[in-house]
C-alpha cells in the first residue's frame, strides 16, 4: 500500500497561470517532504523541500504547503513556464529516514 | 563535476541471465540508493547503503543484491533476470539519510 500518493497522473495548464500540485500521504510521522522534477530520459532533480515544524517554504516561483492535519502537501507554481513541463514527484521521509515517493504527476505547460 | 553516473544507461537481457549496474558518485556522498521506476508505481526502493562496507533492504529487495566497497561506488546486481525486473533504476547518492538526494540519469532495462 503506497503511503505517498499523487492522485493525479497529469495537469494542464496554460503558460503564465499557476500550477497546482497536490500529494496525500498516510504516515503521520512523516516529518519531511521534498518535491523533485523529472524530464524524459533524466534522472529526477530536487526541487523545493519543507519540514514538519513548517507549513510553507517558497522559493521563487515555487512553493511548497503543508497541512499536516490534513496529511497532504500541495506545489504551487507561479507563474508556469513552458520549460516546467515535467514529471513531479513528491517524496516523505520520517526521522530521516528512507523515503517513500508518490507515483508522480505529469505537468504540461502550454505556450 | 559529474555527480552521479550510471553504467549502463540501456540493457536487454534474457531471462535468466545475470547483470551488474555500476553507480558511482564524485560528491564524497556516504548514503547511496537504488530505485526502480515502474508506470503508476512512482519510484520505490530497492536497497541503500549508510557508508563504505554497509547494505540494508528497501522495500522491493528481492532479486537484487548490492554492494559497496567503495564509497563511491554502489553496485546493483540481478543473479537471474526475469520479465517482472524490467524496469528504469536510478541510482542516487545524499550527503545525510532523508535529505535532499543526487540521481543519476537512469538505467532503462527490458528483460525479455
Same mark, same amino acid.
Given at each position: 500500500?503506497?503511503?505517498?500518493?499523487?492522485?493525479?497522473?497529469?495537469?494542464?495548464?496554460?503558460?503564465?497561470?499557476?500550477?497546482?500540485?497536490?500529494?496525500?500521504?498516510?504516515?503521520?510521522?512523516?516529518?519531511?517532504?521534498?518535491?523533485?522534477?523529472?524530464? #524524459?530520459?533524466?534522472?529526477?532533480?530536487?526541487?523545493?523541500?519543507?519540514?514538519?515544524?513548517?507549513?510553507?517554504?517558497?522559493?521563487?516561483?515555487?512553493?511548497?504547503?503543508?497541512?499536516?492535519?490534513?496529511?497532504?502537501?500541495?506545489?504551487?507554481?507561479? #507563474?508556469?513556464?513552458?520549460?516546467?513541463?515535467?514529471?513531479?514527484?513528491?517524496?516523505?521521509?520520517?526521522?530521516?529516514?528512507?523515503?517513500?515517493?508518490?507515483?508522480?504527476?505529469?505537468?504540461?505547460?502550454? #505556450? | 563535476?559529474?555527480?552521479?553516473?550510471?553504467?549502463?544507461?540501456?540493457?536487454?537481457?534474457?531471462?535468466?541471465?545475470?547483470?551488474? !549496474?555500476?553507480?558511482?558518485?564524485?560528491?564524497?556522498?556516504?548514503?547511496?540508493?537504488?530505485?526502480?521506476?515502474?508506470?503508476?508505481?512512482? !519510484?520505490?526502493?530497492?536497497?541503500?547503503?549508510?557508508?563504505?562496507?554497509?547494505?540494508?533492504?528497501?522495500?522491493? #529487495?528481492?532479486?537484487?543484491?548490492?554492494?559497496? !566497497?567503495?564509497?563511491?561506488?554502489?553496485?546493483?546486481?540481478?543473479?537471474?533476470?526475469?520479465?517482472?525486473?524490467?524496469?528504469?533504476?536510478?541510482?542516487?547518492?545524499?550527503?545525510?539519510?532523508?535529505?535532499?538526494?543526487?540521481?543519476?540519469?537512469?538505467?532503462?532495462?527490458?528483460?525479455?
Amino acid at each position: 500500500d503506497q503511503q505517498v500518493k499523487q492522485n493525479s497522473p497529469s495537469l494542464s495548464v496554460q503558460e503564465g497561470r499557476i500550477s497546482i500540485l497536490n500529494c496525500d500521504y498516510t504516515n503521520s510521522m512523516f516529518d519531511y517532504f521534498l518535491w523533485y522534477k523529472k524530464y #524524459p530520459a533524466e534522472g529526477p532533480t530536487f526541487l523545493i523541500s519543507i519540514s514538519s515544524i513548517k507549513d510553507k517554504n517558497e522559493d521563487g516561483r515555487f512553493t511548497v504547503f503543508l497541512n499536516k492535519s490534513a496529511k497532504h502537501l500541495s506545489l504551487h507554481i507561479v #507563474p508556469s513556464q513552458p520549460g516546467d513541463s515535467a514529471v513531479y514527484f513528491c517524496a516523505a521521509s520520517s526521522n530521516f529516514n528512507k523515503f517513500y515517493f508518490g507515483s508522480g504527476t505529469k505537468l504540461n505547460v502550454k #505556450p | 563535476n559529474a555527480g552521479v553516473t550510471q553504467t549502463p544507461k540501456f540493457r536487454v537481457l534474457k531471462t535468466g541471465q545475470s547483470m551488474t !549496474l555500476l553507480c558511482a558518485q564524485d560528491m564524497n556522498h556516504e548514503y547511496m540508493y537504488w530505485y526502480r521506476q515502474d508506470p503508476g508505481m512512482g !519510484l520505490r526502493l530497492i536497497h541503500y547503503s549508510v557508508g563504505e562496507g554497509t547494505t540494508a533492504k528497501g522495500e522491493v #529487495p528481492d532479486g537484487y543484491n548490492v554492494s559497496r !566497497l567503495k564509497k563511491q561506488n554502489f553496485l546493483l546486481g540481478l543473479e537471474s533476470a526475469a520479465p517482472s525486473q524490467t524496469s528504469v533504476y536510478f541510482c542516487a547518492s545524499s550527503y545525510e539519510v532523508g535529505t535532499e538526494a543526487f540521481f543519476g540519469q537512469g538505467t532503462r532495462l527490458t528483460v525479455v
